[in-house]
Structure formats: structure tokens, C-alpha cells
């Protein structure tokens, strides 16, 4: 195989993000191409072929009958030239666009592209619904685009492995995938590479093998998480995270969960969701921050009247402790910290706030993707102050925290608005979500992105598992007010407290 350092340096980054290339690591496509080539049919294939690294391992295992798609000319040329010009083997085009094939065996590494970045998403879902009679979800990336197909023309007793960005395991556009997967009880494993720096160390998102044996059907699925490369060849051999009966795998829930054993699931006897007390919205989008974003001083020399300005946490740093009153936002204010937003809603916008908007239309804000879809431009979403605040993202555990104040958030944070009947529950739900506890059974529904970088969604929040309405009921109004000042003193939850959330599930 073609060095791929020199290769990226010839092409660089932006046409290595145009067709998503990174490339499989040997001692990885080794175990995937091994693993495959058990089916005992003779042939492989690599749907997106790049610099041949399953072809590689193919050789090393003397598998001879490959074959693969590739369709960037560039790589498919230096690859050839690495090869001494040796050709015939990799067909050069679109494998979503190319159909009828009905491969042995199949391993890949798709290129990942998000939907936005998926050039021709539209001309291959029409390729989909002609093929497959499938309709594609409008977020389907291309990796789960791919999977899709391969597992349509794998051979009926071939094996198929393929490496995914585990995201689909938790999002809506991945519940067909998961449908497909799970449809005929073929799907044998799924490994979480936890030790992504050391597999793919360019990525951003984090990677699985999914493997799945078209001449087998398997009773339960293994839910593997790879800690350390040296231990991919013994993963299958190794006792799983979570063994999973296949009956119970509902292509609607989050399966990222299924790596961890003892998951608890918001239907289970005890929980229900967290929108049974109320809903997570997320912050406020301005579309253009450096506008609408005010430092006190700004708003001061601009003149502006304090009936077009909202007190407003825009970035998650602002908030550091678990609680946040009136007076953590009046300390922002004397740091002259950007807490403001500017937000001309009223029918008739004050002179000062006129002059401010024509400025702002010089400058072309008003013609950004979310100023432009607004009548008018500079009108922001309505939100109401929230008492329960969950950060966006997170490295290590979400951010929850106590609001008291009167401010709004931009979308650093999603806001809990309690129904009529969660209101009473706030600080209950709080102590929950702070807790150790609560922590493990909540994220289960986080998305992971690589480098540890974990994000809720508000949906996600929403659908959480949350204890039931007897279990909080059951803890007294003294032993949470002893909570609360605990928190506040110490920033932690006292141990009493989350000995009472341990013994949930
Ligand atoms: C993630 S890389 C994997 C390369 C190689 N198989 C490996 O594992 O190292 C994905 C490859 O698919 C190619 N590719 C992207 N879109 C494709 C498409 N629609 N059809 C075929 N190949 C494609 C890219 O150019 C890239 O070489």
C-alpha cells in the first residue's frame, strides 16, 4: 500500500475532507478482512477503496479474489502507482450510483461526510428509492448510505464488516439502519473502538466495527468496547460490555446504551422520561452573535434602551457552579463580560436601536443563513428564563445547573421548562441529574463525537430516563433542602443524597 502520508501531503486537507478519506490502520483491517474471509466464500470486496488497505490485508492473508470502488481518480492513482501501474482490480466510480453487484464478502471503511457535506445526497436517494424502494432520511450521512447498500447486495451466505461513526446508533436517520441490521438476526457484534486516537488519530467522530454474518442467525448481539488495538484479536473471544437478546433490540432506541452494562431504559419498571415532568428546548440561535451579543459597556455607548436588551448566558464558561442567582449575573455585569442580548422585538424599535440595526446592515448581518429566513432579520427567538439549565456539550460529564436568575441562554445550553406537574419536582430532577447515579442513566443518551466529546440534543434530554414520581415523592423536603446547601457550600451532592439515587435500577 501507497505510504498515505505522502499521499495526504500531495493532495491536501481539502480534498482528503472532499471524499472523506482516512485510512484504516492494518492491524484493524487485518481482524476485519480475517473475520470476513471465515464465511468461506472466496472473494472480497471494498466498496471505497482508497489506498487498499483492505486489499493489503487480503494479500497478507493470501486471499486473491478482490475486488473494490473507488471514486477519486487521485487516490486510485496513486495507489496504481504504488503498484507499478498494475490496474484492473478497483473499478473507478460512485458506489452508491453503481448497482447489481452482489459481492462474497464485504469490508469498508465508508468515507463519512455529514448530510450538509453529502454532495450528491439527492441523486443517490433516487438511486435508493429506484434500487431499494427505500427512502433515505434527509440527516442520512454517506457512511450509513453506504452500509445500507452493502447490506442490500451481500451475498445471502457471505459476511459482511464494516467500520461506522457510532452516531447512528443514537439519531433518528439511524433507525433504518438499525432496522436493516437487526431485520434477520444476522447482525453478530458491534465493537466501540474507545481507544479511537490510536486507531484513526485524524477523526472527529467515534468508530465502530459492525459485523454481520448473512449465512448465521444469532440470538443475542455482543456489544463490545475495544480499549487498546493490541486486543482486537482477541475482542470476539472476550466477554462483551452487554450481550444483548436480538428480540429486545428496537431499532428506535439508543443503542450507544447497549455498551454499558445495566442500562437503564426510560420504560423500565421505576423511570419514565424526562418529559413526563416537563421539556428541554434549546438556547437561543442568533445566527450572528458578534451583533447581538452585547458587552454592559457596548450597550451603554449605544445607547440602547433597556427594554431592547435581555440579560443572557452566551457561552457555557459564563456559568461555573452548579448554582446561578441574580447576583452571579450581576457579578458578570460588573465584569463587563458579553451577557446581553440585543433584542428589538417590540413593534416600534427605539432611534437608538434603529441606528444600531442599520449598522448592523452594513456590516451584512442580516444576510446570514439565520437572519436572512427572519421577518425581520433582527427579531430573536422568545424564550422564557429557565430554572433547570443542561450544557450542550461536554468532555467529562454534562454541566447541570440550578438557574434562579432571570437570564436566557444562547444555545450553550438547553433550558427545562417543567409542565404543570414537574414543577414541584425541580430541585428533585436537579439533585438527580447532578448525581453519580444520575449521571451513569442519563448518559446513555448523549451522542459521542471523538476526542471524549459527548453532546446532548434536546430530544435526547427529553427521552432520558428519569426516576418515577413515587421514588421522588419518597425523598423528604429536609434532606433535599440539606442537598441544596450542600451543593451551594461545596459544589457536591452529600454522600446521604447520592446514596438515595444509587439504589436506582
Ligand atoms: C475512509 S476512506 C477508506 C479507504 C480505505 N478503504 C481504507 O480503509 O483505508 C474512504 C474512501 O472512499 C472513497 N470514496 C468516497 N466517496 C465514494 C463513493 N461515493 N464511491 C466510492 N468511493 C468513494 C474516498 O475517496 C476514500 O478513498
Given at each position: 500500500m501507497p505510504d498515505s502520508n505522502e499521499y495526504l501531503r500531495l493532495v491536501g486537507e481539502a480534498h482528503r475532507k472532499r471524499f472523506g478519506q482516512y485510512f484504516t490502520p492494518p492491524q484493524v483491517a487485518d481482524f476485519m478482512v480475517e473475520w470476513a474471509s471465515r464465511s468461506g466464500l472466496k472473494s472480497m470486496f471494498d466498496p471505497?477503496?482508497?489506498?487498499g488497505a483492505f486489499h493489503g490485508s487480503a494479500a497478507r492473508l493470501g486471499i486473491t479474489k478482490f475486488g473494490g470502488c473507488e471514486v477519486d481518480s487521485r487516490i486510485l492513482q496513486s495507489w496504481n502507482n504504488g503498484r507499478n501501474g498494475s490496474a484492473g482490480l478497483v473499478e473507478h466510480t460512485d458506489y452508491l450510483l453503481s448497482w447489481n453487484r452482489r459481492p462474497d464478502n464485504i469490508v469498508c471503511n465508508p468515507p463519512y461526510m455529514r448530510f450538509q457535506r453529502f454532495a450528491n445526497r439527492k441523486e443517490v436517494g433516487q438511486a435508493f428509492e429506484k434500487n431499494l424502494s427505500l427512502r433515505l432520511p434527509g440527516y442520512t450521512n454517506s457512511a450509513s448510505a453506504f452500509l445500507l447498500k452493502s447490506l442490500s447486495e451481500l451475498n445471502g451466505s457471505g459476511r459482511l464488516a464494516y467500520i461506522m461513526p457510532l452516531e447512528f446508533l443514537n439519531t433518528g436517520y439511524g433507525r433504518i439502519v438499525k432496522e436493516r441490521l437487526i431485520s434477520g438476526r444476522h447482525l453478530r457484534a458491534v465493537i466501540s473502538i474507545q481507544c479511537e486516537k490510536e486507531v484513526f488519530p485524524d477523526a472527529t467522530t467515534s468508530a465502530g466495527i459492525i459485523l454481520y454474518d448473512a449465512a448465521r442467525t444469532f440470538s443475542h448481539v455482543d456489544f463490545h468496547v475495544l480499549s487498546s488495538i493490541g486486543r482486537l484479536r482477541e475482542v470476539l473471544k472476550s466477554k462483551p460490555a452487554n450481550r444483548v437478546p436480538a428480540s429486545s433490540l428496537d431499532p428506535q432506541s439508543k443503542w450507544l446504551a447497549r455498551f454499558s452494562p445495566g442500562e437503564i431504559l426510560a420504560h423500565d419498571d421505576g423511570f419514565v422520561p424526562l418529559s413526563f415532568y416537563g421539556r428541554f428546548h434549546r438556547g437561543i440561535a442568533t445566527g450572528a452573535n458578534q451583533f447581538f451579543v452585547l458587552r454592559p459597556s457596548q450597550a451603554k455607548d449605544l445607547k440602547l434602551s433597556s427594554r431592547e436588551l435581555l440579560p443572557c448566558v452566551t457561552k457555557c464558561n459564563q456559568v461555573q457552579k452548579p448554582f446561578f442567582a441574580g447576583t452571579d449575573y450581576a457579578e458578570l455585569v460588573r465584569r463587563d463580560q458579553p451577557v446581553i442580548l440585543f433584542s428589538a422585538n417590540a413593534a416600534k424599535a427605539s432611534r437608538a436601536a434603529r441606528a444600531y440595526i442599520e449598522s448592523g446592515e452594513s456590516a451584512g448581518y442580516h444576510l446570514r443563513y439565520l437572519t436572512r429566513m427572519r421577518r425581520p432579520w433582527y427579531k430573536t427567538e422568545e424564550r422564557r428564563p429557565s430554572p433547570l439549565l443542561v450544557g450542550v456539550f461536554s468532555r467529562n460529564g454534562y454541566k447541570v445547573v440550578r438557574n434562579t436568575s432571570n437570564v436566557i441562554t444562547l444555545t450553550c445550553f438547553h433550558g427545562f421548562q417543567p409542565n404543570l406537574f414537574g414543577g414541584d419536582y425541580i430541585d428533585k430532577i436537579f439533585l438527580f441529574l447532578l448525581s453519580k447515579r444520575g449521571r451513569e442513566i442519563v448518559s446513555g443518551s448523549k451522542r459521542q463525537y471523538g476526542d471524549g466529546l459527548e453532546k446532548f440534543e434536546p430530544g435526547d434530554m427529553n427521552r432520558a430516563p428519569a426516576p418515577c414520581a413515587d421514588f421522588l415523592d419518597a425523598i423528604d423536603l429536609r434532606s433535599v433542602e440539606d442537598a441544596m446547601a450542600c451543593v451551594k457550600s461545596a459544589g457536591a451532592l452529600p454522600q446521604q443524597m447520592e446514596a438515595t439515587f444509587e439504589t436506582l435500577g
Open positions: 471505497a477503496f482508497g489506498l
